[in-house]
């Protein structure tokens, strides 16, 4: 059976990686999230894609140079689906809270050596603070992440994010110690799928919105996909039986 992740919560209906978004994901029994980190000046890990604030707030800066306290009086409804109500950037500790979702892949975007080794040690730290270790994978493309999960936070499930080819992702995937494979749609062959679940990997494929590629994915025998439309890949993967 393919499971759904919601991408950035349901980025196509509702304004991503918000609250909001993830709740829209919830609602169409989606209990599986894709989601961004990065860390505030402060030290907090904040839910948001961009290094920078201006598609999503419309604000000048980075999010690095921004205290957490004010990030989250930033509204990011911006270049996303029209909402009426304001949809604050929230921290990753308010999503723990409010959000029941089984399994977690948060992405930590491409970081500096110290910066990957604090990103990784404040996720695990809240992961343990809210008893989700075992429902969470860090995922990345970054190798800097990727060595500071496997040096500094063993115990962590990981993934690397792969979105070109011009390595092997499934031997780079190995060298990391990754339990996921998050491949681009476009690098999915049968071939590739098959040999990663060989190896152990869980196969997750992004960004995956039309269904006829849902269903052909299904039919390669991907583990998951990872959509904008949560709600329209449940009634795709369920009328496919």
Same mark, same amino acid.
């Given at each position: 059976?393919?499971?759904?992740?919601?991408?950035?919560g349901?980025?196509?209906?509702?304004p991503e990686?918000?609250?909001?978004?993830f709740?829209?994901?919830?609602?169409?029994?989606?209990?599986r999230?894709?989601?961004?980190?990065?860390?505030s000046?402060d030290?907090?890990?904040m839910? +948001?894609?961009d #290094? @920078?604030l201006?598609r999503t707030?419309?604000?000048?800066?980075?999010v690095?140079e921004?205290?957490?306290?004010?990030?989250v009086r930033?509204?990011?409804?911006h270049?996303g689906p029209g909402w009426?109500q304001?949809c604050?950037i929230?921290?990753?500790?308010?999503?723990?809270e409010?959000?029941?979702?089984e399994?977690?892949?948060?992405?930590?975007?491409s970081?500096s050596?110290?910066?990957a080794a604090?990103s990784?040690?404040?996720?695990?730290?809240?992961?343990?603070?809210?008893g989700l $270790?075992d429902? +969470?994978?860090?995922t990345?493309?970054?190798?800097?992440v990727?060595?500071?999960?496997?040096r500094l936070t063993?115990? $962590?499930?990981?993934?690397l994010?792969a979105?070109?080819a011009?390595?092997? #992702?499934i031997k780079v995937a190995q060298?990391?110690g990754?339990?996921?494979?998050?491949?681009?749609?476009?690098?999915? @062959?049968?071939?590739? +799928?098959?040999?990663?679940?060989?190896q152990?990997?869980h196969?997750?494929?992004? @960004?995956?919105n039309e #269904?006829?590629?849902?269903?052909r994915?299904a039919d390669?025998?991907?583990?998951s996909? +990872?959509?904008?439309f949560?709600?329209?890949?449940?009634? @795709?993967?369920r009328s496919r039986?």
């Amino acid at each position: 059976m393919t499971l759904i992740y919601g991408h950035r919560g349901a980025k196509g209906e509702a304004p991503e990686n918000t609250l909001t978004s993830f709740q829209q994901c919830l609602a169409h029994g989606v209990r599986r999230c894709e989601l961004d980190l990065h860390l505030s000046k402060d030290g907090e890990l904040m839910v +948001i894609h961009d #290094p @920078t604030l201006k598609r999503t707030t419309g604000r000048r800066g980075k999010v690095v140079e921004q205290e957490a306290e004010d990030l989250v009086r930033l509204d990011a409804r911006h270049g996303g689906p029209g909402w009426k109500q304001p949809c604050p950037i929230p921290r990753l500790a308010e999503l723990f809270e409010r959000c029941d979702f089984e399994h977690w892949q948060l992405e930590v975007k491409s970081a500096s050596r110290v910066r990957a080794a604090r990103s990784v040690q404040a996720i695990k730290a809240l992961a343990e603070q809210h008893g989700l $270790l075992d429902r +969470i994978t860090v995922t990345s493309g970054s190798r800097e992440v990727l060595r500071a999960l496997k040096r500094l936070t063993p115990e $962590l499930s990981c993934g690397l994010v792969a979105e070109y080819a011009w390595l092997d #992702p499934i031997k780079v995937a190995q060298q990391y110690g990754c339990d996921y494979l998050v491949l681009k749609w476009t690098l999915c @062959t049968p071939e590739r +799928i098959a040999k990663a679940q060989q190896q152990g990997l869980h196969v997750s494929v992004w @960004t995956v919105n039309e #269904p006829a590629l849902m269903r052909r994915l299904a039919d390669f025998g991907v583990d998951s996909l +990872i959509t904008d439309f949560p709600g329209l890949a449940v009634s @795709t993967l369920r009328s496919r039986g």
